[in-house]
Structures are given as C-alpha cells and as structure tokens.
Nanobody
Framework: QLHLVESGGGLVQPGGSLRLSCAPS????????YGWFRQAPGKEREGISC????????NYADSVKGRFTISRDNAQNTIYLQMNSLKPEDTAVYYC??????????????????WGPGTQVTVSS
C-alpha cells in the first residue's frame, strides 16, 4: 500500500485560491504517476487531474480545466494542486493517489486500496 497525506484545504470565498499538497508517507515520489480526486457530499468520488511520472504530461476534468494546475516537485517529494477561481461547486474532500497511468481522468486506475484522510475544501461566501 502506498500511503499519501493531503493538506492545504480550507474555507475560501468564491473566486479565491488554494494550493493543496500531497506527500507520500514512507516512500518517495519516484516513478509513479499521481491523480487528484474529490468527493462532494452525497456524490461519488471523481477524478479531476493527473500528472505522469516525469511531470511532463497532465490531464484535467472539464470542470476544472483552466482553473486548476497539477504539478510535482520531486525535490520536495510533494504533489501540488493549485486551485484558482474557486466555485461553490468545488466544495468537496480532496484526495490524491498513485495511479498507473495519466490518461482520461474520469477512468483513472491505481492504488485505491488505502485512501488518505483527504483535505476539506469549502467554497462559500
């Protein structure tokens, strides 16, 4: 199992920004690809973004494209999700996970055996 810990969530007004972080627990970023997911109340968890092992390829869900940016810093051993122009519909618990390939974000597969605690993002005035 590859454990990851998310942080950086909070309460922000519509139009605001947050940067989420995702750090491996007990291993280094290495050659893995990573995905960000979110789960809103009453809804299923959905994939929203991914980054490949080199950081040279990223994908986004249409709902966040142009507003969110995924990145990785191997020196800091951290994956980031910069979220700008936040909307109330972005309110959710955000999770990261090791994925096998960064392709279509809606159908990402990976190490989903043990999700981290997630980080709550609430967008409200």
């Amino acid at each position: 199992q590859l454990h990851l810990v998310e942080s950086g969530g909070g309460l922000v007004q519509p139009g605001g920004s947050l940067r989420l972080s995702c750090a491996p627990s007990g291993f280094t970023l290495g050659y893995y690809a990573y995905g960000w997911f979110r789960q809103a109340p009453g809804k299923e968890r959905e994939g929203i973004s991914c980054i490949n092992s080199s950081g040279g390829s990223t994908n986004y869900a249409d709902s966040v494209k142009g507003r969110f940016t995924i990145s990785r810093d191997n020196a800091q051993n951290t994956i980031y999700l910069q979220m700008n122009s936040l909307k109330p519909e972005d309110t959710a618990v955000y999770y990261c996970a090791v994925i096998w390939e960064c392709g279509a974000v809606a159908t990402m597969t990976g190490d989903f055996t043990s999700w981290g605690p997630g980080t709550q993002v609430t967008v409200s005035s």
